[in-house]
Every structure is written in C-alpha cells, then in structure tokens.
C-alpha cells in the first residue's frame, strides 16, 4: 500500500479565497483523522470519521472549516473563506479498527496571505 | 482536559550518548501512550506503544516506560546516532479513540 496520500503537498493562497485539501486514506481502514499543526499550538485534533461518518469534530476551529468524506477512500477538508491564522500543516491519519496506531500522511503545508 | 508536556523542548547532544525525553499528562485514566517520531517536511511514524496496562516497551535501542500513576513517560534512546535527529512527539489515546500530543522534543545529534 502506498500509505496515506495527501493533495496538494503545498498550498499558498490569499486571504478569502476557499482552500481544499484531500487525502486518501489507506485502503480498508475504518477511522480517518484530520489534524492541524502549528508551532504555538503543536498537532491538534479537527474531526474523526468513522466508516464515512464524522464522529467527533468538536476541534474543528470554526464554521468556516468542513470536512467530508464521501466514500471509504476520500475525504476531503474545506476551509472557506480562508484567513492568515489558518497558514498551519494539515495532516490526514488512518487507522484500522483493529490496529492500535495511527499512519499519518505527508501533510499539506498550507499559507494563507 | 487531558494536557500532554514534553521536557525538554529541544535538546543537542553529540553521537554515542544516551539520552532521556520525557513526557508528562495530566490525567491518568489514558488507553494507551505512543512515542511518534516526525522528521522535517514528513509525517509522523509510530515508534513504540504501550498499553495503559503495561509498564514499558522496547524496540532496538528505543525503550519506553509507562508510570500512569505520576502521569509520566520516558523514551530512553541508546547509544544516539545523528540518523536519530528528529522531533519525538509523546501522544495519549483516550477513549473514543482520540489522540492527544505533546508539543514534541527537537532532538539533534551531532556527528
């Protein structure tokens, strides 16, 4: 397996305008996490889905923030409008409902001017 | 709130050395305790977990305890080599499988 794919790698952008970054998470794992990771706040967890649901997105920052997951290998996260203090690494995780860790993905560095 | 700290924040020691990160949370009714390492521009890979029930694990010159009691954890790395540079991030899984972080310990080892 390739592992987690994320899209795109880097994303630079200007304030206002709508961001959407994509991950594939790996194949037949049930739970698939979005983080975001920043040097003054370290890796924070967003939302978690579990078999396409979202279970918990208690840590998603603000209504401008939605994540989806339509099927088992894609989910995506959308940030509209964007804003500077959403410039972070955005990282994807699978992990199987047997399996005790999470595999993360290479990340999305995202800027936001 | 679960809240997870790194000590120290980052740390230089030359090859060959051994060396302790530790890692502290604050409650102590955790499922599980993981070491991460991230390397620059990369994601996170798992190095070691430790069950709530268990006191320590071992993987080549990585070992890591487990105190739930005091809310401590140490990674103890053997004999550092410079491949060993990287950030280590201690993670405690509560229930309904959420993973809380630390901040991470920058380690660097010079050759």
Redesign the interface.
Known sequence: DAGVIQSPRHEVTEMGQEVTLRCKPISGHDYLFWYRQTMMRGLELLIYFNNNVPIDDSGMPEDRFSAKMPNASFSTLKIQPSEPRDSAVYFCASRGVSEETQYFGPGTRLLVL | KQEVTQIPAALSVPEGENLVLNCSFTDSAIY?L?WFRQDP??????LL?I?SSQREQTSGRLNASLDKSSGRSTLYIAASQPGDSATY?CAV?TG?????????TRLFVKA
């Open positions: 599980n993981q521009g990369k994601g996170l890979t798992s977990l069950q991030l899984g309904g499988f959420k993973t809380i972080f630390g901040a991470g």
